[in-house]
């Protein structure tokens, strides 16, 4: 993988990460992730850790992906062309009905989100 690409996924994930938490940290430390796919663990380095146990109304998939993209072996990290394909799909087939079992289903109608870019961005008090 090129190195410029490379930095540029990892700056993605940072900011994803970011907004998620809503901790800046320009270079969080390094932990372990461990991930099971198909009763298989793998571990590898990432400067995230994001997990469902720590934000429950997140998306496993989104959590995984950013853990992925803080990859410290640049090997691990998604290319540009699978980030895109991930969120592509997951835009178009990830809805109010999907999420609806999840505790953040009320959260994903057109209206909430709607609600929530005016709260965030035309009512923002800064």
Same mark, same amino acid.
């Given at each position: 993988?090129?190195?410029?690409?490379?930095?540029?996924?990892?700056?993605?994930?940072?900011? +994803?990460?970011?907004?998620?938490?809503?901790?800046?940290?320009?270079?969080?430390?390094?932990?372990?992730?461990?991930?099971?796919?198909?009763?298989?663990?793998?571990?590898?380095?990432?400067?995230?850790?994001?997990?469902?146990?720590?934000?429950?109304?997140?998306?496993?998939?989104?959590?995984?992906?950013?853990?992925?993209?803080?990859?410290?072996?640049?090997?691990?990290?998604?290319?540009?062309?699978?980030?895109?394909?991930?969120?592509?799909?997951?835009?178009?087939?990830?809805?109010?009905?999907?999420?609806?079992?999840?505790?953040?289903?009320?959260?994903?109608?057109?209206?909430?989100?709607?609600?929530? +870019?005016?709260?965030?961005?035309?009512?923002?008090?800064?």
């Amino acid at each position: 993988m090129d190195l410029g690409v490379a930095t540029n996924i990892m700056d993605i994930g940072l900011v +994803m990460m970011w907004i998620i938490t809503g901790e800046i940290n320009m270079m969080p430390p390094l932990r372990a992730v461990v991930r099971i796919t198909k009763g298989t663990a793998r571990v590898f380095k990432s400067y995230s850790n994001l997990s469902t146990k720590n934000y429950p109304k997140l998306d496993p998939d989104l959590a995984d992906l950013v853990n992925d993209c803080c990859a410290r072996d640049l090997r691990q990290r998604p290319t540009l062309e699978e980030l895109f394909l991930k969120a592509r799909t997951h835009f178009n087939e990830r809805n109010a009905h999907y999420y609806r079992r999840m505790p953040s289903g009320n959260d994903e109608t057109n209206e909430s989100i709607q609600n929530l +870019m005016r709260t965030l961005i035309f009512n923002a008090e800064t």
